[in-house]
């Protein structure tokens, strides 16, 4: 919830407190990489996060894939990428491709993107409205991108909505995506732009 309406201080010291209590406990490390990848340019950070989940005997290509990206690293992808799939598990097919993808992307290779994302589309029809909003950015497509994000909500897809303000990340890797007025007014009408959120009232911590 704190993530959600924008209270990305609060969580990550609610997270470093789980920690604190509990070093093994691997979620607090995942919820505290993924805010400081998201919300802030602490990558660094986030990427000792992921790692000590690895330490912890989780595999996270993905999540570091993601920190990656976020540095546009692509040698730092490719990195991911070549542990192969025993490491990507249940992502293998889903996330495995979206990162090929990702380099073409960071690349500036507009025909492999173009030609990557046609397969995934063929091979895997049922994609998440989430992913085709990124592979829709990838093409260059706004407003394709802006209309799957938008169905993504509508569904109540978790992720879509916790991250729908992470700006530090989208606009690092895409630019002119979060500042969109159309984005913009897409969060609007959900209640999850800046101005509703900053409204809402949590109780004090008590720590």
């Known amino acids: 919830m704190l993530r959600t309406i924008d209270h990305i201080d609060e969580a990550i010291l609610i997270s470093n407190r789980v920690i604190e209590l509990d070093p093994l406990n691997v979620q607090a490390y995942l919820i505290k990489g993924t805010l400081l990848l998201h919300h802030t340019h602490r990558t660094d950070e986030a990427r000792l996060a992921f790692e000590k989940m690895e330490d912890l005997g989780v595999n996270?290509?993905?999540?570091?894939?993601?920190?990656?990206m976020a540095e546009?690293?692509?040698v730092g992808i490719q990195k991911q990428l070549d542990r192969g799939s025993s490491d990507w598990e249940s992502d293998i097919g889903s996330s495995y491709p979206y990162y090929q993808a990702a380099i073409a992307y960071l690349n500036g290779d507009k025909k492999r993107v173009n030609e990557l994302v046609g397969e995934i589309m063929q091979s895997t029809p049922n994609v998440s409205f989430l992913k085709r909003s990124g592979y829709a950015l990838f093409r260059g497509d706004m407003d394709q991108a802006i209309d799957s994000y938008g169905k993504a909500i509508s569904e109540r897809h978790n992720v879509a909505i916790t991250i729908c303000n992470a700006k530090a990340f989208k606009e690092t890797v895409f630019p002119g995506f979060y500042t969109h007025p159309k984005y913009q007014?897409?969060?609007?009408?959900?209640?999850?732009?800046?101005?509703?959120?900053?409204?809402?009232?949590i109780p004090e911590l008590p720590f």
């Open 185 to 201: 007014q897409l969060l609007k009408e959900h209640g999850l732009d800046e101005e509703s959120i900053s409204k809402m009232r």
């Open 72 to 74: 546009r690293d692509l």
């Open 60 to 68: 996270a290509p993905a999540l570091l894939a993601d920190v990656s």
